[in-house]
């Protein structure tokens, strides 16, 4: 039974493997769609609320074009715009925009704003980020893979870099759900919480995928199907950039990790934004500072053809509009349209 309509989508822990996977499925179905200009305004007449604390490029116009393709009016609301956060409570908050609109994003830090706002919306809430899970990150990540690889169950996924930030949570979690050999590649301090890795066990147990964790390159590459990165320093976190760069420093994707695995298609997948060359303001400072030219992922594995992060970074559009669509409409008859 995959009625999503009417949950809030605020990590993976709360849906099984096969809810996870009809959202995939979904969202392959409207990418199809949209590329062959088939409508599905399913959600005409809705509104929906973005709230962002944090920047965003690829989650906010995700929200806004799949919102639109839908048939949906999205308002961006920045935590300057409105009184949230200053002079009104995350619960005053929730209920006055359950009361005019009909979905509600949230990108931020603490996880238990994104709780709150879902206990007193009543109308579903999407979590775009927050400092413990980016849940539609993954969809649009699995997507991604099953475009490649035709399937979830069985792949050897790699996730190497900051096992401990919202990523490494989330992909572990949805690795664990689908039935992936998912294996966290990091320095043990940067490992995910005792209760993330616990609760991905018991997921694992139950799904038949395999949970490794480990500090060697050499036994978390063997063989991998795909290699997974992100920043070593998250939304927030500046302060850490010092010891991030002297922990993860050995951990960077670059083509001898990529020839480790032996797997000549070898795919490599990021978030983004991605510091595969140091070209920007934040990548010119750290420049400045330490010294490097690339950190998480080199700028030749970045544009190799093993990388597929920018049908990665499209495929937010078609994940979120599956999300948004399955927990506000009846979805079922247009995964096969
Ligand atoms: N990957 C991702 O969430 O990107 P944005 O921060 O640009 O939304
Ligand atoms: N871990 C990163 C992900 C960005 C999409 C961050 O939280 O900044």
């Not at 480790?260 to 510091?275: E, K, Q, R, V």
Request: charged share 25%; hydrophobic share 40%.
């Amino acid at each position: 039974n995959f009625d999503l309509k009417g949950r809030h989508f605020l990590s993976l822990n709360e849906f099984s493997g096969e809810e996870i996977n009809y959202l995939i499925d979904l969202s392959a179905a409207f990418k199809r769609q949209k590329k062959q200009g088939i409508p599905h305004r399913i959600c005409e007449g809705k509104n929906i609320a973005l709230l962002f604390e944090k920047p965003s490029t690829r989650t906010r116009c995700a929200f806004t074009v799949a919102a639109i393709d839908l048939g949906m009016h999205p308002e961006y609301l920045g935590k300057n715009d409105i009184q949230f956060g200053k002079k009104e409570s995350v619960r005053d908050t929730a209920i006055v925009l359950g009361r005019m609109f009909d979905g509600i994003q949230f990108r931020g830090f603490a996880h238990e704003t994104v709780k709150g706002l879902a206990k007193d919306a009543g109308v579903p809430v999407w979590n775009g980020l927050t400092d413990l899970y980016h849940p539609t990150q993954i969809l649009a990540d699995f997507l991604t893979v099953k475009e490649q690889k035709g399937e979830l169950a069985g792949i050897k996924f790699v996730y190497v870099g900051d096992g401990r930030n919202n990523m490494g949570n989330t992909l572990l979690i949805g690795g664990a759900k689908v039935g992936m050999d998912m294996r966290i590649c990091a320095p043990k301090s940067l490992w995910p919480s005792d209760e993330i890795v616990d609760y991905a066990k018991s997921v694992a147990a139950e799904t038949g995928a395999v949970i490794t964790l480990t500090e060697s390159i050499e036994e978390a590459m063997d063989h991998a199907d795909v290699v997974y990165t992100d920043v070593w320093v998250s939304m927030g976190e500046e302060a850490a950039f010092a010891e991030r760069i002297e922990l993860l420093r050995p951990y960077q994707v670059n083509m001898d990790m990529l020839q480790t695995s032996g797997n000549p298609d070898i795919m490599f997948l990021h978030c983004l934004p991605a510091f595969h060359d140091l070209e920007t303001e934040v990548g010119r400072a750290i420049h400045e500072q330490y010294g490097l030219t690339e950190m998480e992922v080199t700028d030749e594995v970045f544009r190799s053809r093993h990388s597929f992060v920018f049908d990665e970074a499209e495929n937010r559009m078609h994940t979120i509009k599956a999300v948004m669509a399955a927990t506000l409409t009846e979805t079922r008859e247009w995964l096969e349209r």
